[in-house]
Each structure stands twice: as structure tokens, then as C-alpha cells.
């Protein structure tokens, strides 16, 4: 530990060389309109408010370097979009802007333009949090249909510390002799143990947590929420610009909105895509994903039998009879959680074509159950290094509020696995990896807002789920500003990037604040 302690300190205080960083998704613009309420405008007032500054452009800059193909070949994807640039960059922040830490670290950023996007466009900056790395998260829109954004306005991603390509943590052991790492990817399944899988998931968790908060200490809460928004603003001083334009996605809405708490004087526009719902119990939490994750297998379903695909007439059948082998152990060292993540990670993209998605996931799933696991271990292997690095681990833990007990998950596993055939058993499972890990401060939500906000969600995200979305859109309306909300009907996270409806809806409101109407739906 002493040796792993030594080395993270040496890599948060000098600064490292970034490398190079590195679902039919609709295309109609065409939207419906529930009848709702417009939005929840601004009381009236004699003089009409200034119309809103356009998104500044940063009068100086971070050194950018090309990296597209690099970007794109280490994620395993192509570009589709014509003229499409990534550009791989990095700045140096504080371990605590607060000053109360020392040191600094190297935050890993990642440009998308297109060749036509206008030279004096304001950047949107991207979060998607700990879900996944930005620069991996935006490199997948942008090899999808993300032109109407792209050619608006260029998209900054921002890795959250700890992740991608911001200074990593290598914190949990993965040696033969202490194999944590192993047993918090496999919940345990494979541990040699007496105990039943909530003890072994519960083990699992309390080692890591034993091993990260050793190694990270005094530091080992300097990773939450509030932190990485404290790194957006670095960005926005180093840009020279007053106000910054922003786009959160997922647990990335809670570092939007606590950078909307902190610094709401410098909020130019925010976006928050498929959030994460707000004031709620971890446990909640987990069923909002899961909800998500079984309606975005559903539409997969949908889709495959749609196109005669290999998994048969009934896809969901086919897959659960899979994952009762895989819960027996027969494709070990694949575990349940590891095949249930690949799952998640080939739903949640909207990179491509989503007919060659489903046939691609249906031909993996069904040559393992013909007992060829080839392509299935190498999609499990995008699903780890998408969902389960170190530094994700230690960012949920830190944003965790009221994770359940032990019993409380053996309490309810029985009912979560009737209801979600497919995730409900590894759901419940997964909560308890975190249960060892000491609180930390609340993140921080906005109270009051001078810029309205636009909320995107679509029912079929396998990331995070929509059953959060109504305390989001509560909770920004109490802060008195005004809220629209869009949803499209297709499946995949983030929402934005599979629907050019929604960033048409994105580019109006960037270009001047304007809403669309609340509750407009946008076609799969």
C-alpha cells in the first residue's frame, strides 16, 4: 500500500502527457407534441430582459491535438458524419480548488467538430460523470448521427478526475495473491467462500474500499461530484470566458448541477440529457436502472425478432436461459455481472446503424449459447473498461448516499428478479458494493437559476432509466427558472446522441435559450 500511496501522490501533483484520447437512431426532425404545459416561463415583467449572450468563445485555449483515428480506433469505432476532427487535449487542475489539499492533477479533455462547424461557435462542454468516460462517451456520439449538433457547435468533453484520461486511479489489488479487483468485477462469483452473494459482493466492496481508501488517503474523498465541478471551472478560467454552456448526461447531471450550485453566475446554458434523479436512496436509484436497462432489452428484443435475428423468437427467453448458465458458472471466468455489463454497454450505444447493433448483439449472445464465448469475452471486455475502472468505483462510492443493508438486498432480490428478468438479481447485487464506504458531504444541488434548463430523456436508457426524471424537473423548477423537457422514443444513452430531433431542440436553445415545448416527443 505504502508503494501505491507514494505513486498516486507523485501522479496528482505532476502533471501526466495525454495520449491520444483515445441505434437506428432517428434522423427525422420532425417531432409531436404532448399537450403539456409550455415550459414554465418567467413571471412577465414591464421591460423585456436583454436578450441572452451567445456561448463565448474561449480567448485562449487548451493545445489541442488531432486524434481522430487514434480516438475512434482505441474505442472500436468508425465515423460516419463526413468532416468529422477530434481533438485530444489537457489542463492542469487542483486536487482542491478550496485550497485545503495540495496538489494538481491532469484533466483529459477531448474536442468534436465537424469541418463546418462555425469558427466563432461557442463550445458546449460534455460531462457524462462516472458512468463512463466523456471522451469515450462523446467519441461513440460523434461516430453516430451527432451532425446537427456538431455542425452548431464544437463539444468539449471533460473527464471526471480519476477517469479516462484525467489522471487515473489505480487503487484496488489485482494480483494472484489479493485478486479484489477480480471480485468486485464478478460480484464475488467465483470467490471461494461459504457465504452466500450478498456477503460475497458485500466482501468484495469492503476490500476495494479498504485498499482505495489506504492508498488515497487524505485525498480518498477529494473525488466526488462537487470536486469534478470544481474542474469545469478551471476550464471556464483557463477559457478566459464568463459563463460556460453545458451538457450533462447521466450521473454527468449531477456534476452540471452542482457546477450550476457553486457557480450559478457562470452557468450559460444547461442541458441535462437522461439525469440522474435527485434526493433518492440508492436503492431506488438502482431500480430507476434497472427499469432502464430492461425496456432498452425489451426494444432490443423488439428489434431482433423484427429482423429474424439469430436469438430466435424469443430473444428474452433465449438470453435468460443464458444467464442461468452463466449464474452456474459454465462460462467462467465470464460472470453474470461481466455478460450483463457487455449487454449494457452494446444497448447504450448510438454509434452506427441500430439494425447492424441488434443483429451484431444477437449473433454474440447466441454463439454463447452455443458455447462460443469468443465474441462475447471481447465485448465483455468493452463493458470493463467502459463501467468498472478504479477511479469509477471510487467516484460512485464517494456521490452514494443511503446505500441498503445486506438484508434489505436479500429482501428484496426475490421480487427485483420477477419483475426484471434479465438485471434484476445482478441489480440488487451491485448496490451492496459500495456499502463499506465512508460518507461523504451531500453533492450539491442548485436553489435558484437565471437560465432556463432543457431536459432530455428517452424511456430506454440503459445507463440510468427515466424514473428519476420528474425529481429533476422539480427540483429545477423550484429554483424558479423555466424547464422544458424532450423525450425520444428510441432506446440508448445519452439521449441526444441518437436523435437529431433532440439536437435540434439543443441547438435552438443554445443559440438563445428558447425552449421547445414541454412534453414534445421526438420518433425512434
Known amino acids: 500500500m505504502t508503494q501505491k500511496r507514494s505513486l498516486l501522490a507523485a501522479v496528482l501533483l505532476v502533471a501526466t502527457v495525454c495520449a491520444a484520447c483515445g441505434g437506428g437512431p432517428s434522423i427525422r426532425p420532425d417531432v409531436a407534441v404532448e399537450q403539456r404545459s409550455p415550459g414554465q416561463p418567467a413571471e412577465s415583467s414591464p421591460e423585456a430582459p436583454p436578450a441572452p449572450a451567445a456561448l463565448a468563445v474561449p480567448t485562449t485555449d487548451l493545445d489541442w491535438s488531432e486524434c481522430t483515428s487514434a480516438t475512434l480506433g482505441l474505442f472500436g469505432l468508425a465515423a460516419t458524419t463526413p468532416g468529422l476532427t477530434l481533438e485530444c487535449g489537457e489542463y492542469e487542475a487542483d486536487v482542491d480548488a478550496s485550497g485545503q489539499m495540495f496538489g494538481t492533477f491532469a484533466v483529459g479533455a477531448l474536442r468534436a467538430k465537424l469541418d463546418r462547424t462555425p469558427a466563432d461557435a461557442g463550445p458546449l462542454v460534455f460531462t457524462s ?98 470536486y469534478a465541478a470544481d474542474d469545469l471551472d478551471r476550464l471556464r478560467q483557463l477559457w478566459g470566458v464568463d459563463r460556460i454552456g453545458l451538457i450533462g448526461a447521466g450521473n454527468g447531471s449531477l456534476t452540471a448541477m452542482a457546477y450550476a450550485a457553486k457557480f450559478p453566475d457562470n452557468v450559460a446554458r444547461l442541458i441535462l440529457d437522461s439525469p440522474t434523479g435527485v434526493n433518492a436512496d440508492q436503492t431506488t436509484l438502482a431500480e430507476q436502472r434497472t427499469q432502464g436497462k430492461e425496456a432498452a432489452f425489451a426494444a432490443f428484443a423488439q428489434r431482433c425478432v423484427a429482423l429474424n435475428c439469430s436469438l430466435g423468437s424469443d430473444p428474452t427467453d433465449a438470453v435468460e436461459q443464458l444467464m442461468k448458465r452463466a449464474a452456474g458458472g459454465e462460462f467462467a471466468p465470464l460472470s453474470t455481472h461481466e455478460i450483463l455489463d457487455a449487454i449494457t454497454f452494446a444497448l447504450a450505444s448510438t454509434a452506427g446503424d441500430a439494425s447492424t447493433r441488434a443483429r451484431d448483439l444477437s449473433s454474440t449472445l447466441s454463439a454463447a449459447a452455443a458455447s462460443d464465448t469468443t465474441a462475447l469475452a471481447a465485448l465483455a471486455e468493452r463493458g470493463r473498461a467502459a463501467y468498472s475502472t478504479d477511479g469509477q468505483f471510487v467516484a460512485r462510492c464517494t456521490d452514494g448516499q443511503q446505500w441498503p443493508s445486506p438484508q434489505g438486498v436479500r429482501d428484496l432480490a426475490p421480487g427485483w428478479t420477477d419483475r426484471y428478468p434479465i438485471y434484476g438479481t445482478d441489480a440488487a447485487l451491485t448496490a451492496m458494493l459500495c456499502s463499506s464506504w465512508p460518507t461523504a458531504p451531500s453533492i450539491p444541488l442548485p436553489t435558484s437559476l437565471d437560465v432556463p434548463v432543457l431536459i432530455l430523456s428517452n424511456a430506454g436508457d440503459p445507463i440510468v432509466g427515466n424514473g428519476g426524471l420528474s425529481s429533476v424537473t422539480g427540483l429545477i423548477g423550484a429554483t424558479g427558472a423555466a424547464v422544458a423537457s424532450a423525450a425520444w422514443q428510441g432506446s440508448g444513452h445519452p439521449s441526444i446522441g441518437g436523435s437529431q430531433c433532440l439536437q435540434s431542440a439543443a441547438v435552438t436553445y443554445a443559440r438563445d435559450t428558447t425552449l421547445p415545448t414541454d412534453g414534445t416527443v421526438c420518433p425512434a
Do not use: N, Y
Open 129 to 226: 460523470g462516472s458512468d463512463r468516460s466523456s471522451i469515450a462517451t462523446l467519441a461513440t456520439m460523434a461516430a453516430g448521427p451527432l451532425a446537427t449538433l456538431l455542425e452548431a457547435h464544437p463539444i468539449v468533453a471533460v473527464d471526471r478526475r480519476g477517469i479516462g484520461r484525467s489522471t487515473a486511479v489505480d487503487c484496488i489489488d489485482d494480483t494472484p495473491q489479493t485478486p479484489t479487483k477480480a471480485a468486485v468485477d464478478t460480484l464475488g462469483q467465483f470467490t471461494r467462500s461459504d457465504s452466500d452473494s450478498v456477503d460475497r459482493a458485500v466482501d468484495a466492496g469492503r476490500d476495494a474500499t479498504i485498499e482505495c481508501t489506504d492508498t488515497l488517503q487524505p485525498q480518498e474523498l477529494a473525488f466526488g461530484t462537487g
